[in-house]
């Protein structure tokens, strides 16, 4: 969430700037969902009522590093816990001024409490959240420097890593900077290791400048995190999702409907934020129903279960590993493997090697992404343009079903609304190709959410 595109830490969710344009001065008309569970469209991809059967991440907490929690959201209420304000703003770290760690927080754990037909739900909701505020302004997210960032990354990631939460979700990140100095820093580098050495699993989002600079972000690109892609609704890889040899894995977030604060109440949006809420709720889907295992196990049966990976795990820059699946994961974990062994491979290189220095360039463009290369070649989602990240958010009528509209906010010092009916919200955006160098190893189907 920043306020231009000066400013390189911020939350990594944006909406299709060609909605935002078609939502302009047209008048309410009645909708037509029967509901805001209708809408939720990555939670009938996943089979989330199948799961719940068997898992809805009771017993799992999930630290949400962000811009606070509301615990006054109905679809948040006694799910949020006592965390960390390392912010000096207003309230505490369950006060959200920004609203994107809230909405972050609904995907994981919204237990649609606000009612049959207003509420939201999350994918884990028996999850717990431990909410932990980052330093931020009224306006978006700026630090005077990416050694700031890295600094205030590093005490989040330490305090969540004391605490009983077993996930940590980082639903922002920064991109090195020339003019602010690195953020790929052995500070974080070894926070991040702490974490995992005390058996925490951190996922963080890769960003959204996928068809832009496609700058790798941190923490998403630090050693033992585990960076998260988008996709759509089509399963093709969203066009803001960064894309390299970083992503870990990718998760729905393009288009995803869930609680917020303000307005209606329930927001659409899109972001690698949104699909590594997503995949953090897998973990703990997971995670509940096997609680003796650690966190490497848990990765790996993540890992192991996505469509391609039965055999031998593949990797391609646009999806990593593949998409979650923690249904499949839930009926056929198979083998988890070894308690103690991390099972990426980055964080072993990273042992291996010498620790890079901070002043070194930025490794981002060894994804190899050639300056004005648009070829297209089948495996993407959407045309957003998200270079001026700013978290925007569609309101979606939850009070008033047969009557009620949505409504297009832009979270920032302002807020604007203008409403439009559900109907005439346009479908996912037809498939955009990532360079063409690195083509995918097969796009993943419809069959691969499943």
């Not at 400013?7 to 969710?13: E, H, I, K, V």
């Not at 909708?31 to 068997?54: C, F, P, T, Y």
């Amino acid at each position: 969430m920043r306020a231009s595109s000066r400013r390189n830490m911020r939350p990594a969710s944006v909406l299709s700037a060609g909605l935002g344009l078609l939502l302009v001065g047209v008048a309410a008309t009645p909708a037509h969902a029967e509901s805001v569970r209708d809408l939720q469209w990555h939670l009938d991809a996943m089979h989330a009522e199948e799961m719940w059967k068997v898992s809805t991440g009771r017993g799992i907490t999930v630290a949400v590093i962000d811009t606070g929690v509301d615990d006054s959201l109905p679809d948040l209420k006694g799910q949020v816990l006592k965390g960390k304000d390392y912010s000096d703003q207003p309230g505490d770290e369950r006060t959200d001024h920004e609203g994107h760690g809230t909405g972050m927080a609904a995907l994981i754990a919204g237990t649609g409490k606000h009612g049959s037909k207003s509420g939201a739900y999350g994918l884990a909701p028996g999850v717990e959240i431990l909410p932990i505020r980052m330093p931020e302004k009224i306006e978006g997210l700026d630090f005077t420097s990416g050694h700031n960032a890295a600094r205030d990354f590093s005490k989040a990631i330490r305090f969540a890593a004391d605490s009983d939460a077993k996930v940590i979700n980082i639903s922002m990140g920064q991109a090195e900077s020339g003019t602010k100095g690195g953020v790929n820093t052995p500070e974080l580098e070894a926070a991040v290791k702490y974490a995992v050495d005390k058996g925490k699993l951190i996922f963080a989002a890769a960003g959204n400048e996928g068809d832009g600079a496609n700058r790798p972000r941190f923490p998403a690109s630090t050693p033992g995190v585990v960076a998260v892609g988008s996709i759509s609704e089509k399963v093709k890889r969203s066009s803001f999702s960064e894309w390299g040899p970083e992503i870990d894995v990718t998760a729905p977030g393009e288009d995803v409907v869930h609680a917020c604060i303000g307005g209606t109440g329930v927001c659409r949006t899109s972001g690698t934020s949104d699909a590594t809420a997503i995949a953090s709720a897998s973990a703990a889907l997971i995670w509940s129903k096997h609680p003796t295992w650690t966190n490497n196990q848990v990765l790996r049966v993540l890992i192991n279960t996505m469509k391609g990976n039965e055999e031998e795990w593949t990797h391609n820059q646009s999806f990593g590993y593949g998409i979650v699946r923690p249904r499949v994961a839930l009926q056929n974990p198979g083998d988890p493997g070894p308690a103690d062994e991390y099972p990426l491979p980055d964080l072993a290189a990273a042992a291996a090697s010498k620790p890079p220095s901070p002043e070194a360039p930025p490794s981002g463009d060894a994804a190899g992404n050639p300056a004005g290369d648009t070829s297209q070649a089948a495996a993407s989602a959407s045309e957003d343009d998200s270079s001026t990240s700013l978290w925007i958010a569609l309101g979606v009528a939850a009070a008033v079903i047969l009557g009620a509209a949505i409504t297009f906010a832009g979270l920032r010092t302002r807020r604007r609304r203008v409403e439009q009916p559900a109907a005439t919200v346009p479908p996912a955006t037809p498939a955009y190709a990532p360079p063409q160098q690195y083509p995918p190893h097969g796009t993943p189907g419809s069959g691969q959410q499943g």
